[in-house]
């Protein structure tokens, strides 16, 4: 198993200003991902985080607004840039211990912009 | 893309009656898994189905994965209030070389209310 700390819970930001999430987990993981779900509805993938390499983002996610870092095995960080209302969301932060198993989410973050 | 289909949106019940929720991909899937996602909260783990016309249950819950591997099933049986939640499936995808993209696209989750 895993367990996922993911901060910050919630915030309210302006727009045009940019919120760094960041997700630790407990144990290595190679396979670590990021989701966007709005409230009462289905998740959907923004990209993939990849250690020691680039983020492979979904079709309709883009590095320049939804950069990500991966620095070691056990955390990432997706910054959420030039927020507009649109932008507001929860975030999740996923991994898989292994490939094709069940996965873990992070608490989720709930980001309100104004 | 792979689209993973989910009916329904909603469900209302009453405690005590069963219930069923559908999933339906568009393509031939690695696995598929089932998640429970209660209100504010995350999604979390309920199963994992690989074998064509796999069943498991879980006390009252009856997950089906179909013989072409492309839809599934979760039955709950005499519903209790704390069923209450959001249930998704995610399918894993096979590529055209029949291995894994190892990531899950989700359904858009059945809401079920249960009213005591």
């Known amino acids: 198993s895993a367990v996922i700390s993911q901060k910050p819970s919630r915030d309210i930001c302006q727009r045009g200003t940019s919120l760094t999430i960041q997700c630790q987990v407990d144990s290595q993981v190679t396979m670590m991902f990021w989701y966007r779900q709005q409230p009462g509805q289905s998740l959907t993938l923004i990209a993939t985080?990849?250690?020691?390499?680039?983020?492979?983002?979904e079709s309709g996610f883009v590095i320049d607004k939804f950069p990500i870092s991966r620095p070691n095995l056990t955390f990432s960080t997706l910054t959420v840039s030039n927020m507009s209302p649109e932008d507001s969301s929860i975030y999740l932060c996923?991994?898989?211990?292994?490939?094709?198993?069940?996965?873990?989410f992070g608490q989720g973050t709930r980001l309100t912009v104004v | 893309g792979q689209q993973v289909m989910q009916i329904p949106q909603y469900q209302h019940v009453q405690e005590g009656e069963d219930f069923t929720t559908y999933c339906n991909s568009s393509t031939t899937l690695s696995n598929i898994q089932w998640y429970k996602q209660r209100p504010g909260g995350h999604p979390v783990f309920l199963i994992q189905l690989v074998k064509s016309g796999e069943v498991k249950k879980q006390k009252r819950l009856t997950f089906q994965f179909g013989e072409a591997k492309k839809n599934s099933s979760l039955h709950i049986t005499a519903t209790q209030t704390t069923d209450v939640g959001t249930y998704f499936c995610?399918?894993?995808?096979?590529?055209?070389?029949?291995?894994?993209?190892?990531?899950?696209?989700f359904g858009q989750g059945t809401i079920l209310t249960v009213h005591p």
């Open positions: 996923s991994v898989e211990v292994q490939m094709n198993t069940e996965a873990f």
């Open positions: 985080a990849n250690q020691g390499s680039e983020a492979t983002y």
């Open positions: 995610a399918g894993t995808q096979l590529n055209a070389g029949g291995t894994s993209y190892g990531k899950l696209t």
